[in-house]
């Protein structure tokens, strides 16, 4: 086996470590969204048979319309029911993702079955020809190089999470300006800013909400490959949609202070993930600059022993 086929067989052992980390954390994610999905399903078909019993010839029903109240507790039914529908539709489309994201890595993990015995028994080989051959330096020259190999497999794996990262930290800093429009709009709407305040505010919590949803599926992904470099993270965030809905159906001053102060600890969630994305990305670059330098530092070892073997004193 040549030099080229065992570097790659390196390479895909590497890979295959790398997938399995990601592969397990990418199953426990996916255990714990199906429960949440269940669980918000549950809740869902509760709020809309709560819907139905007012809207139907019950009991409820009947004393709801005698105490005069049947709209207006008939109107609150269908919010919760329309909130409860909301959350779970997001929790499905999250599983979705990262059931996904599961099936791809699974796929690419399935193709380098077997790289490890390869690798192993093409190590075996190379070792034996060095051993029948005497070459004491090349057989340091084939550790340095299995060294190297192992260094450069490390880099990559911090360079994909951190490309995780930063492709997070992108979208949690666009969700922040979208939040901070829609609390300058919601300002404008609580001072009275008429229709097209309250549509230009609406519109802003529209793509904040589509911003989070893409913030929390490449947050999967970044702690996926967090796994991958022994790093945990438990970052997330979910931009509640109930009171997106109640301004809506609740025209009035404290359905729009309730808004405004839901906008306003979404801002400091998304704050607080967006530094903790900042703090796990600069530890990545601090770690990928000890990499370079362990690996400069082992192409210098390698460039000696290969100079020594050629021209010995």
């Known amino acids: 086996m040549d030099?080229?086929?065992?570097?790659?067989?390196?390479?895909?052992?590497?890979?295959?470590?790398?997938?399995?980390?990601?592969?397990?954390?990418?199953?426990?994610?996916l255990q714990e969204l199906s429960e949440a999905?269940?669980?918000?399903?549950?809740?869902?078909?509760?709020?809309?048979?709560?819907?139905?019993?007012?809207?139907?010839?019950?009991?409820?029903?009947?004393?709801?319309a005698?105490?005069?109240?049947?709209?207006?507790?008939?109107?609150?039914?269908?919010?919760?029911a329309l909130a409860a529908?909301?959350?779970?539709?997001?929790?499905?489309?999250?599983?979705?993702?990262?059931?996904?994201?599961?099936?791809?890595?699974e796929?690419?993990?399935?193709?380098?079955?077997g790289c490890k015995e390869a690798y192993a028994q093409g190590l075996e080989e190379k070792r034996a020809?060095?051993?029948?051959?005497g070459g004491e330096a090349?057989?340091?020259?084939?550790?340095?190089?299995?060294?190297?190999a192992a260094q450069e497999a490390r880099r990559q794996e911090l360079e994909e999470a951190a490309a995780a990262g930063q492709e997070a930290l992108s979208t949690a800093q666009e969700l922040l300006r979208l939040l901070a429009d829609a609390e300058g709009w919601s300002t404008c709407d609580l001072l009275g800013g008429g229709v097209i305040a309250g549509l230009a505010k609406h519109f802003r919590l529209d793509e904040a909400q589509?911003?989070?949803?893409?913030?929390?599926q490449q947050l999967h992904r970044f702690q996926a490959e967090l796994a991958d470099v022994h790093l945990k993270a438990e970052i997330s965030v979910r931009i509640d949609g109930f009171l997106r809905f109640a301004d809506y159906f609740f025209d009035g001053l404290l359905a729009d202070w309730a808004v405004a102060h839901r906008i306003d600890q979404s801002q400091q969630q998304a704050q607080e993930t967006e530094g903790q994305i900042q703090q796990l990305l600069a530890f990545l670059h601090a770690q990928l600059e000890q990499a370079a330098e362990e690996a400069k530092g082992l192409r210098e070892s390698l460039d000696r022993v290969a100079a020594a073997s050629l021209f010995p004193q």
């Open 3 to 29: 030099d080229c086929t065992l570097k790659d067989l390196q390479r895909q052992v590497a890979r295959q470590q790398q997938l399995r980390a990601m592969v397990e954390e990418l199953r426990r994610q």
């Open 37 to 64: 999905e269940k669980r918000l399903r549950t809740i869902l078909e509760q709020e809309e048979g709560d819907v139905d019993r007012l809207e139907g010839a019950t009991l409820s029903a009947l004393f709801y």
């Open 66 to 80: 005698i105490a005069g109240r049947k709209e207006e507790k008939l109107d609150q039914e269908r919010l919760e």
């Open 85 to 105: 529908r909301v959350k779970w539709e997001t929790a499905r489309r999250e599983r979705e993702g990262v059931e996904q994201e599961l099936a791809r890595r």
């Open 107 to 113: 796929a690419e993990l399935q193709r380098l079955s």
């Open 129 to 133: 020809a060095l051993k029948r051959a």
């Open 138 to 148: 090349a057989a340091e020259i084939l550790a340095l190089e299995q060294r190297l």
């Open 210 to 216: 589509a911003a989070a949803q893409q913030l929390q």
